[in-house]
């Protein structure tokens, strides 16, 4: 795009669109490189810097595509490429690759085969949707992310860009567009999911001069990063779903919240938005059919509680971010007073989808409750890592063992958390569990953002509930006493038990602290807060009690609760351990069984890390047993 | 407009568009107590002891009275058994930072106390002194500083030493409001506002000595 | 001392001197100065009529922002709950004994500052550290002493 003109009315789009579709050639070949978050931390810029240079040097530039975009998902095996148009998928690439890549792949036509996926069964997978992780997902909404470059709307736009918008403000009323969006039964992607036709409603209908749309990108859930995976890799579609939005309750004015921890999110909207100011998509009178839309970008300062709508507006009118105590819809005030709509980065990026291809296809998508395909990171102890979009209604075991490869080192399942530090555990007996809203809601837990992070038994399920409330206890904004002072003391009840001096009364406290916070805490976050802890108690009360009755920590987690000892049987003696143990607590000569000092040991886990998975000699026993075993060995006697 | 009729503990009561559940109830009769709530400043929400069972069309939801406007035909239940129930957690968790709360009120709840830790800081963060000094007073001696369990109320000493005496030993001192009555009581050592910047640095963002010094060197740095 | 509040002015102006701009400000002077000095506190106080008490609310509310000087050397070692259940409590404990400093701390030389963040978004690679720009995925000491040593 180096000369710019400005399209003034509808039928200069379509020439525009005409013109980068016919220049185009669906067979030519392009090289991708995930940049993603986790490729990113796996080098691959310097990937993408040396198939810049090689693609030079072999003289292929010119006909080859280079491009480096966003998260395709797979991050367990980043750095990944992918070559189209045939989707040959390579993964753990290093810059040292790249020149036999091009070699073999994109002058000879052949396949790096060590670079391929191999499955169980050791047999290489060629196409990258037909990689195990990939074949069980839909992906509707992050799908296009290996086909387009963030920073070029031409690739955007040759994908179908912009005309859902184009068919909105040109031959659609605003009424007919929330009519659609609501038939279409999308609901908020960001937490409670609410609908999002009936929020739009809302705010239309209030008579006011201004209102305002709002994306939600303050991502704040730990092990969360969906919505920083569409922001980056596919700015374009969330504005494109803002600015019909905008069109459809009548905003002149969108705001980007998006989180400074962000940077390349917010680069890459910062520069889409500059480029379609350019040529007119964004401004005054769009494409001549007097709507009038801009948007601005404002960055979150690092506040959790700002995901709380109310909370948000407040930090974009440069206040803090404390929920607004009033019992008031934003839809009917919310920014400035005004009525405004804030949805989630994944919900708007839908809605460009809805308008293009009907509410009726959406609807055919999902449960009776929840339509659409949903965004989950799939993350903790699980084979493979990483973002995965998948139909509402899938059974968390097909996301886990299915796209998830299982349990990391074949360890056995625990559970699976999910929504966030408002949501809850969901244990191995309601594996089959379809995810939708409701059903997650009614299992204790909620859909929340779409973070699902997997647990293998080697998690307590009491330091992940004590492990959410800290995260809260931080996070709270520290107005209202059930919040603030509810969440620090279930945090000194969760202490006393990973420390092993909790009552059985400790159980009734939370309980009572819990159930008043759900009703009188002052927003969604206090009132959520103890759902984490409800829920592990709900499910996984036995090691609740094992902590307070047998003072025995199930997980092994719990430093007060556990001590390290080698088992003679099956030490092999080969002194890893001992090298690895950082105040030399371990003793033993070469090929004979080692012995750990317990009065040393700082229980960094280090050795039972670095015990070879076959051996398996170093075990975690309780603590309250170490007097005893060193009593009735032979060598403690000696000493 | 015209009067919204409601029912509060089972009377039928009016009450004038706007007006709080708070100000309808206590007018009928209703003994609520409260202690981030003033008369003349915004309500604030932050106590959350007013809070009452509202039933509307069969559905029943806790608010908190202060900041929920009358409705066309709700029922509120101002000592209903939740009620009574959350009102008396709420004031265990206070009790613990504020060992000197009116002993009627944790008898009228049989508030068990004992079973939080002590968190004895003697405010208990309503807000109110803030509230009075910036809202009313327009004299933004005090203010709010850090969130969750670590927010405080800290005084900016330049302020204070020249806008305090504009109120002090009147009837417009925010000591006269402070619902613990511990700034009147023990001003010098419990009264947060007696705390500085160079006091309220430290805990918010650093955490020991190491850093201690480089607060001072932060602020020596004017 | 005046240039530092030229720069400062700059930014203030560069956001419209609006009221509403204030956090935006103070984002982009915290980047500039690594931390939030009292004096420019005051300016900007002075600058956007916006009271003092309102400006160490808003400073000391929102996370990203420090009141005291940062290190020269930034580690961040990522609390995510991906990281959690994969040992990042340990992993922390391993940086703050090289560093010789806590969580929230800045080491006496100004150099280091450690400090945990939410999700750094490399769930993959957990537990995970990010030291300046360099991703650490479950380092041992011996790989974080490593690193420290190389910093300036």
């Known amino acids: 795009m180096s000369e710019i003109e400005k399209l003034l009315n509808p039928s200069d789009f379509e020439a525009f669109q005409k013109k980068i579709v016919e220049g185009r050639d669906p067979n030519r070949t392009a090289v991708a490189v995930c940049s993603g978050p986790g490729c990113l931390a796996y080098a691959s810029g310097k990937v993408f810097d040396r198939f810049k240079v090689e693609l030079l040097e072999s003289g292929l530039a010119e006909e080859v595509t280079l491009a480096q975009t966003g998260c395709h998902g797979f991050c367990e095996r980043g750095p990944s490429v992918v070559i189209l148009p045939d989707e040959i998928c390579y993964l753990r690439v290093s810059p040292d690759d790249v020149k036999e890549i091009i070699e073999t792949t994109l002058r000879g036509g052949g396949i790096v085969e060590r670079l391929l996926y191999k499955g169980e069964d050791g047999l290489p997978v060629q196409k990258e949707s037909d990689i195990p992780f990939y074949k069980h997902q839909q992906k509707v909404v992050f799908g296009d992310n290996k086909r387009i470059d963030p920073r070029s709307i031409d690739d955007y736009i040759a994908r179908g860009g912009y005309t859902a918008l184009v068919k909105a403000i040109t031959t659609m009323s605003p009424e007919t567009v929330i009519a659609e969006v609501k038939e279409s039964g999308l609901r908020g992607r960001g937490g409670g999911g609410f609908p999002a036709g009936a929020k739009w409603e809302a ?31 596919n700015p374009h579609s969330v504005i494109e779903g803002l600015m019909i939005g ?82 008031i819809r934003t839809s009917i005030s919310g920014l400035r007073g005004k009525p405004s709509c804030l949805n989630n980065v994944e919900t708007w990026a839908n809605v460009p989808l809805i308008i293009n291809k009907g509410a009726d296809w959406f609807k055919s998508i999902g449960t009776e409750g929840s339509k659409g395909t949903k965004i989950f990171s799939l993350v903790g102890n699980v084979k493979n890592t990483g973002l995965v979009e998948v139909p509402m209604g899938m059974t968390l075991r097909q996301i886990i063992f299915d796209i998830g490869g299982g349990i990391r080192d074949d360890k056995e399942f625990k559970a699976v958390q999910t929504g966030g530090p408002s949501g809850g555990v969901i244990p191995e007996d309601m594996l089959d569990l379809h995810v939708d809203y409701d059903e997650l809601y009614a299992a204790g837990s909620m859909m929340g953002s779409g973070g699902m992070i997997v647990m293998d038994k080697d998690t307590c399920m009491v330091n992940v509930a004590k492990y959410f409330l800290e995260f809260l206890s931080d996070e709270s904004c520290g107005k209202c006493v059930p919040c603030r002072d509810g969440i620090d003391q279930l945090l000194e009840v969760l202490q006393r038990l990973t420390s092993g001096n909790a009552l059985e009364e400790d159980l009734e406290l939370i309980e009572d602290i819990s159930l008043m916070m759900k009703e009188c805490a002052l927003c969604g976050l206090g009132q959520s807060a103890p759902n984490p802890v409800l829920s592990s108690i709900k499910y996984f009360k036995d090691e609740y009690i094992a902590h ?14 556990i001590a390290y000892t080698i088992d003679k049987e099956k030490c092999i003696g080969c002194g890893k351990c001992m090298k690895v143990c950082p105040v030399a607590a371990i003793t033993g000569e070469k090929k004979s069984p080692h012995k750990i000092n317990n009065a040393l040991c700082v229980k960094c886990d280090s050795c039972y890390q670095e015990c070879p998975a076959k051996v398996q000699a170093v075990t975690k026993i309780r603590q309250a047993d170490v007097i005893t075993a060193f009593a009735t060995s032979e060598e403690a006697a000696n000493e | ?122 405010c208990i963060m309503c807000g109110i002194c803030v509230r009075h000094c910036s809202e009313r007073r327009k004299l933004n001696v005090l203010g709010f500083v850090g969130r969750g369990i670590e927010r405080q109320v800290v005084s900016y000493t330049m302020r204070a030493k020249e806008f305090c005496p504009e109120c002090f030993d009147k009837e417009l001192s925010c000591l006269k409001f402070c619902p613990t009555g511990v700034i009147v009581n023990d001003c010098a050592t419990r009264c947060p506002a007696s705390r500085d910047e160079e006091a309220f640095a430290k805990p918010i963002r650093v955490r020991d000595d190491d850093n201690a010094i480089a607060v001072k060197k932060s602020l020596g740095d004017l | 001392m005046l240039g530092k509040l030229a720069a400062v002015d ?100 100004e150099k280091f500052s450690l400090d945990t963040v939410n999700c750094l978004g490399a769930c993959a690679l957990g537990p995970v550290m990010i030291a300046d720009d360099e991703y650490l995925s479950n380092p041992t000491m011996e790989d974080i002493r490593r690193k420290a040593d190389s910093c300036e």
């Open chain 1, 548 to 561: 307070i009755a047998e003072k025995r920590c199930p997980g092994g987690v719990c430093k007060a609760l």
């Open chain 1, 246 to 327: 905008g069109y459809a309750i009548g905003a002149n004015e969108g705001y980007i919240y998006v989180r400074q921890e962000y940077p390349l999110a917010i680069d890459n909207v910062l520069y889409a938005l500059e480029v379609l100011r350019e040529i007119g998509l964004l401004g005054e009178n769009i494409l001549g059919t007097g709507f009038n839309f801009d948007i601005i970008v404002h960055k979150g300062a690092g506040a959790f509680v700002s995901g709380e709508s109310s909370a948000l507006m407040s930090a974009i009118e440069g206040r803090v971010g404390e929920p607004r105590p009033k019992y």
């Open chain 3, 10 to 109: 700059k930014i203030i102006e560069a956001h419209g001197s609006e009221r509403e701009g204030l956090i935006q400000i103070l984002l982009d002077i915290q980047r500039e100065f690594r931390w939030l000095p009292k004096d420019i506190l005051e300016h900007v106080s002075k600058r956007l009529d916006v009271p003092i008490n309102y400006i160490y609310n808003l400073t000391t509310f929102y996370a990203h922002f420090s009141l005291v000087p940062k290190g020269r050397h930034s580690m961040h070692v990522c609390m995510g709950t991906a990281c959690h259940v994969r040992g990042a409590e340990r992993l922390l404990e391993r940086t703050s004994k090289v560093l010789g400093i806590k969580p929230g701390q800045t080491s006496r030389d």
């Open chain 2, 1 to 122: 407009m015209s009067e919204i009729k409601l029912k509060i503990n089972g009377e039928e009561v009016t009450a004038e568009p706007g007006t709080m559940l708070l100000d309808a109830a206590r007018k009928a009769g209703a003994e609520i107590p409260t202690l981030c709530n003033l008369e003349g400043l915004e309500p604030f929400g932050a106590c959350r002891l007013c809070v009452v069972e509202l039933i509307r069309g069969g559905r029943s939801r806790i608010v908190a009275s202060c900041l929920y406007p009358v409705e066309e035909g709700i029922d509120v239940l101002t000592e209903s058994e939740k009620v009574v129930r959350y009102r008396r957690n709420i004031l265990e968790l206070l009790e613990a930072r504020w060992p000197l709360i009116d002993k009627a009120l944790l008898e009228k709840y049989k508030v068990n106390t004992g079973r939080m830790a002590r968190r004895d800081n003697f």
């Open chain 1, 203 to 233: 705010t239309a209908k209030p008579p006011a001069d201004t209102r305002y749309v709002i994306v939600n990108a303050d991502e704040g859930d730990p092990g969360a990063y969906m919505d920083r995976g569409i922001l980056e890799g």
